[in-house]
């Protein structure tokens, strides 16, 4: 009795949301139609049986993917989770076998939960969890059916909340491009029974809501047999939008590229130098932490990104290798000879200096400068003599004044500016040829 009562709520339920495109039947009829169809124990048709006259024959499925939502794309973990409704189309020979126009009235359209029918176990394949049929029983189909054919064309419109694997390459972050495939297979058939034949090549954007980091620049159907299955693929190309990375991460970097060769225009005796040094080190070292904890693990192809910071580290930790050699040299007794190779290399570049300073002057003073330098040499080749007596007499401590009277009158105060200043050049021109070199190719993906 119970068994009964309930047996017709359940056709209620499933009554109720039913209606007919040719509608000239009473609920009656339509009730009977069910009860005839699928639900009395000598009902027609099982949601337990291949939907074919010929069970040789094959199911093709038209398949199309509307894609509302990509919630999260996680390069870490290589996965990416999309919000999206599948709209499955085949057809079924066996629905309409028990209509009679003259019991059940006229009618071609009907809606029913999916329990009832049967429908192919269409389930996501590249899944991140588990692979399971797509879709619950309570999703309704429409059945729409042709009385001349004896076909009937259902219609699935399951909605998916998708978490897909996804393979990242991050070469070329933050410019980087993505493909991700999103695959389904109608688990357990072979092809020869379940086909996809998708009649879109595109995925469906129809009311879309765009992501704020991700692009989608493109889409296209696939369908491949792989070990005598029917699969079929939705692939994505995504492009990552850039700016929130250009603007907390590579311009920071690029001016603390600039910070780092500062250090070598602190006066010395400021005592700040080596502290300043260490502290664009560490930042340094903190961006490359951030970077690598926003990109996947993987070793190839490495960013681009992890080499431009790395290498901006190597320049930086030299840069403060140098600050304490110069720093040094800066407050090197001043009783001690500077070496001749050094005070004539160091007097060298000073003179080049000063020549480029004196530019608009020269050509006046040419003549004069001329004999001066011949005095210079000439005065050397007396003081080279005279440093190589004091070295054959030992013995002979050389005087106060004398000790910073080589070639050009360099102390070491001199050695340490010149020594700043050719490293401040050459960490500035490291740190541009760098930015060049890994930059650019960046750049150029945009
Ligand atoms: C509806 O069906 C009845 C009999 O079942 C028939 O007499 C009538 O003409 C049909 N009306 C339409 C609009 O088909
Ligand atoms: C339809 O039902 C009527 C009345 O029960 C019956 O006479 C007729 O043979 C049935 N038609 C078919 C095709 O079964
Ligand atoms: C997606 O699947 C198609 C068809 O198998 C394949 O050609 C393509 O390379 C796949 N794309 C990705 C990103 O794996």
Not at 251 to 279: C, D, H, K, Q, W
Not at 327 to 338: A, C, S, T, W
Request: charged residues 20%.
């Amino acid at each position: 009795m119970v068994a009964i009562i309930l047996k017709s709520l359940f056709i209620a339920s499933v009554l109720s949301p039913c209606f007919a495109s040719t509608r000239n039947t009473t609920a009656t009829q339509l009730a009977k139609f069910f009860s005839d169809t699928f639900i009395s124990t000598t009902a027609s048709y099982s949601q337990l049986i291949f939907p074919r006259e010929n069970l040789l024959d094959q199911v093709t499925i038209d398949m199309k993917f509307n894609l509302k939502a990509i919630t999260n794309f996680d390069e870490v973990a290589g996965t990416l989770e999309l919000i999206g409704i599948l709209k499955i189309i085949w057809t079924d020979e066996l629905i309409d076998n028990a209509f009679n126009e003259s019991i059940h009235g006229d009618f071609t359209e009907f809606l029913i939960t999916n329990s009832y029918v049967w429908k192919p176990a269409v389930s996501l394949f590249n899944s991140a969890k588990s692979i399971v049929p797509v879709g619950d029983l309570t999703n309704l189909i429409r059945v729409e059916m042709n009385h001349n054919t004896g076909t009937s064309t259902l219609t699935w419109n399951p909605g998916v909340v998708t978490k897909t694997g996804c393979l990242v390459k991050v070469r070329d972050f933050p410019f980087d491009k993505q493909q991700c495939n999103i695959t389904f297979t109608p688990w357990g058939h072979p092809f020869s029974e379940v086909a996809f034949q998708p009649t879109s090549t595109k995925v469906d954007m129809d009311g879309y809501d765009e992501s704020s980091t991700w692009m989608i620049t493109d889409t296209e159907v696939f369908t491949e047999i792989l070990d005598g299955g029917s699969f079929i693929n939705f692939q994505l190309s995504l492009t990552r939008r850039p700016t929130y990375f250009l603007l907390n991460m590579i311009l920071p970097i690029l001016i603390l590229g600039v910070l780092n060769a500062m250090a070598f225009l602190l006066p010395a005796e400021s005592g700040e130098r080596v502290g300043y040094s260490i502290t664009a080190f560490l930042t340094f070292a903190v961006y490359l932490t951030l970077i690598a904890d926003t990109l996947p693990r993987s070793s190839s192809p490495l960013s681009l990104l992890c080499f431009f910071l790395m290498s901006m580290v190597v320049v930086s930790s030299v840069a403060t290798i140098i600050t304490i050699f110069t720093l040094k040299v800066y407050f090197k007794d001043e009783d001690e000879p500077v070496p001749n190779y050094v005070a004539s290399f160091v007097g060298c570049l000073n003179c080049l200096m000063c020549k480029s300073d004196k530019d608009p002057e020269e050509e006046m003073f040419g003549i004069i400068e001329n004999e001066e330098m011949d005095a210079v040499s000439i005065n050397s080749e007396t003081v080279k003599k005279e440093n190589t007596f004091f070295d054959d007499a030992k013995s002979n401590a050389s005087d106060e004044s004398d000790t910073p009277k080589n070639k050009y009158g360099v102390d070491w105060k001199l050695v340490a500016g010149t020594l700043d200043m050719f490293s401040f050049l050459a960490i500035c021109g490291a740190s541009v040829g760098i930015a060049v070199v890994f930059l650019v190719p960046l750049a150029a993906q945009m």
